[in-house]
């Protein structure tokens, strides 16, 4: 019997040309540096966010999804009503302030679901931590979660509240017609009882 079999978890990736240059603008820090403090945690950061101001780090086609360097994703007002089913349950939209755009929200999953042994992964020789190459995931582990990071393997050194370096994936393509993203699919493994 296989229960929870769902549709395919969706991860959103940037737009490159046959260059390699992003197509869609990227933002940034002024550093290019941005990675806010507890964003790789399942935990809210809503009470102690601060909205930071970013900076349009390479200028190119106006976007309702834009890329900020280290998997990290603003969402236009517009685009988060595309997602706003899944506030509050497994995600939150923190705001930032693009200057010469205005304010976008930043995604944030609130929840880690560990991959299925059939990814795979590459494990780095010096740290032990995990990269996803190819996601896969059982569905009754991620069930009915909406928005959800990688979980590292118990073994990795990371430990188990580490979350892999990878982006964030969701369970609907309900992102794949927003300009600034390409939407990729994950597997989802049936559970068998």
Known sequence: MVIGLLAPAFSLAPVWDKKGKAIYSLIDDADGLFEP?????????????????????????????????????????????????????????????IAGIGTYYLLHALAAVTLAPSATVHRNEISGNVSIEEAAFESKDVGDTSVFYAAQPRDSAAGRAGLCSSPVFLNSRAAADLRGAAVSGATLVPTKT
Do not use: M
């Open 37 to 97: 403090s507890g964003i790789w945690a399942t935990a809210s950061l809503s009470p102690r966010w601060v909205q930071p101001i970013l900076i349009v780090a390479a200028r190119r086609k106006s976007a309702d999804i834009y890329f900020c360097p280290g998997h990290l994703w603003l969402f236009s007002e517009d685009a988060r009503q595309t997602l706003s089913w899944a506030e509050n349950e497994s995600a939150e939209f923190l705001p930032v302030t």
